[in-house]
């Protein structure tokens, strides 16, 4: 274990935001964050994964421990699935497509959405139908203040709606190093109900999808949605999709008879923010580098040099202007460190 000083973190988070860490430390194994977590002139830590869920607005003079441990194991086989163990710097996407490979079903539905392993229970990673919770069994995690090590289970997470026990009572405490996931090996639960897969698929002529074909389809449906950070900086969906009361949808229908929604319980419904946000002429729109996408309105970019106070501004313009013309608020997704 080593520590840089004055690194750059262009190149670790997807916004491409050019803030500096005072201190560096990657971290490759269980024993390396406990030596890091014990270093007697530290009292606090910033930890980095993918970086694939953050807005960087400034320097970070704490230490940054960046997260970058491998590894996949199938650690037990069942009749009809296996339970593999996966070190928290497995980029998330490599893993996907290791399952395809080993015909391993349950996270086809989540190709190709950016960051680590390690930081995919904390906002519980979803989409297409699926949520990581689908196939979660347990992670392992180090307590930062004791270093001891504790496991949670499914039930101790708390999940929810991009959300969890790691964003919530347990905030700032824990850092994860492995989780374990229950996929099958056969018999696998085909979802394509959910948003354009069912269509992507016919389009290929496609009428009893393997997993493959239903993580190809993901992956061309984000590819045409969602910017390539490697090409243009950004977090994906920078706000989460708000879930309203029936009686205030209704209202709101009234008004936009064909606005779009799912429906969640018998007294909630699901609004796109990304719709909202359209309606309010937001897409595609430029300022300085900030902007937001000309294909999706929920995600928001840097164009070159944003600075991440230029790109939460942005952020906070639309919040205001969704909320003056839907009276609906919108939240933030992505972890805004300011």
Not at 20 to 39: D, G, M, R
Not at 200 to 219: F, G, M, Q, R, W
Not at 256 to 284: D, M, R, T
Not at 289 to 299: M, P, S, Y
């Amino acid at each position: 274990m080593s520590i840089q000083h004055n690194v750059s973190l262009k190149a670790y988070n997807t916004f491409g935001i050019d803030a500096k860490a005072k201190y560096f430390i990657s971290i490759t194994n269980k024993a390396e964050l406990i030596e890091a977590l014990q270093l007697p002139q530290f009292s606090e830590y910033f930890i980095l994964g993918g970086g694939s869920n953050m807005l960087l607005t400034k320097d970070i003079d704490i230490p940054v421990l960046h997260i970058n441990s491998k590894g996949i194991e199938i650690i037990k086989t069942n009749d009809n699935d296996v339970l593999v163990k996966v070190q928290a710097g497995e980029n998330w996407h490599d893993f996907v497509l290791w399952c395809i490979e080993n015909n391993l079903g349950g996270v086809e539905n989540l190709s190709l959405i950016p960051g680590n392993v390690g930081t995919s229970p904390i906002q519980n990673i979803g989409a297409y139908g699926i949520e990581l919770k689908d196939t979660f069994v347990a992670c392992a995690a180090i307590h930062i203040a004791s270093q001891e090590e504790k496991v949670f289970s499914l039930g101790d997470c708390n999940f929810g709606y991009r959300n969890s026990i790691f964003k919530n009572e347990v905030k700032g405490e824990y850092i994860i190093t492995s989780v374990v996931f229950r996929l099958t090996t056969k018999n696998h639960k085909i979802n394509t109900s959910y948003g354009a897969i069912q269509q992507e698929l016919e389009d290929n002529n496609i009428t009893n999808p393997t997993i493959k074909d239903v993580s190809n389809a993901v992956i061309a449906i984000r590819q045409r949605k969602l910017p390539d950070p490697k090409k243009i900086g950004n977090s994906g969906s920078f706000f989460k999709n708000p879930v309203i009361s029936k009686t205030a949808f209704e209202l709101l229908q009234q008004k936009h008879a064909k606005i779009p929604h799912y429906v969640v319980s018998e007294n909630e419904i699901k609004v796109p923010a990304g719709w909202l946000i359209e309606q309010c002429g937001f897409k595609g729109k430029r300022f300085g580098d900030a902007g937001i996408h000309e294909n999706q309105a929920l995600v928001l970019v840097n164009h070159g040099d944003a600075k991440g106070k230029e790109i939460l501004a942005l952020a906070k313009k639309i919040q205001d202007t969704v909320l003056h013309q839907f009276n609906i608020s919108i939240e933030a997704e992505v972890n805004v460190i300011a």
